[in-house]
């Protein structure tokens, strides 16, 4: 009997203590949730200039109008070639859409020498060397992504001659500045926020221009050169982008 009191007594105080003992032990500690993570927003608003090079190729068809307002065709011929230049322009963001407006320049190499059709003892050369556009931009933007279409103004700088085909002596020869229109396509990515690499395709509408020489045009006496030009054009382009206007730091955060 006394053993059975003594481990009852001895029990219970154990029941009495455990209580106490886990009273005093220290709370947990609280460890705060991690922050959400920073998603960068990339800002497109801003004037930016940059460099460009590529491919085009040239639709030139040349024909002869003469004094009675008769059109003598000639053939036509394509020329490809060379492009490097530089562009500089301005957009602005709102929301997902990119609006801009843009001046590009290129040096082009685009010339083609074929024999008249009309009179092959002669031959005609038509050479592009110089591009010009000036275009306005709506894009929609994913991020650091930009897709685009572009349209305007469009003027090229020409050359046009007609040679001797036996010996390739130049005759006569003339100079032309003319402006048509142009639309286009791009995409570019900004790689970091203020560098962005793009590729761009553009379609200039030249129509045709009436030119004549200062002396008389030895394939049709009295004609005045009449030339279609039409010309498409492929550049990869790179442009930095200052940030200048924008309504904010080039790349913002969001939570």
Known sequence: MKKILVGAIGALAIGMSAPASAADLAARPYTKAPPAPVVAVYDWTGFYIGANGGWAQSHNC??????GGAIV????????????????????QSAGWVFGLEAQGDWADLSRTRVSLINP???????????????????YAWNAALLYVKGGAAVTGNSFS?????????LV?????????????????????????????DHLFMGHNNNSFS?????????????????????LRLNYRFGWGGVGAPVAARY
């Open 215 to 235: 002396v008389v045009n030895p394939i049709v006496a009295g004609a005045i050169n009449r030339i279609d030009q039409d010309i498409d054009m492929v550049t």
């Open 121 to 139: 003892a002669f031959s005609t050369r038509v050479k592009t060397d110089g591009i010009g556009l000036f275009t306005g931009q709506i894009g």
């Open 173 to 201: 020869s003339g100079d032309s500045t003319r402006w048509g229109a142009t639309v286009g396509v791009g995409f570019e990515y900004g790689f970091t926020p203020n560098w962005s690499v793009g590729v761009e395709y």
């Open 62 to 67: 040349w024909d002869f109008l003469t004094a």
């Open 73 to 92: 065709a000639d053939a036509c011929s394509d020329r490809s070639g060379g492009v490097v230049g530089g562009q500089v322009g301005y957009r602005w």
């Open 162 to 170: 007609i040679l001797d085909t036996a010996t390739g002596t130049t």
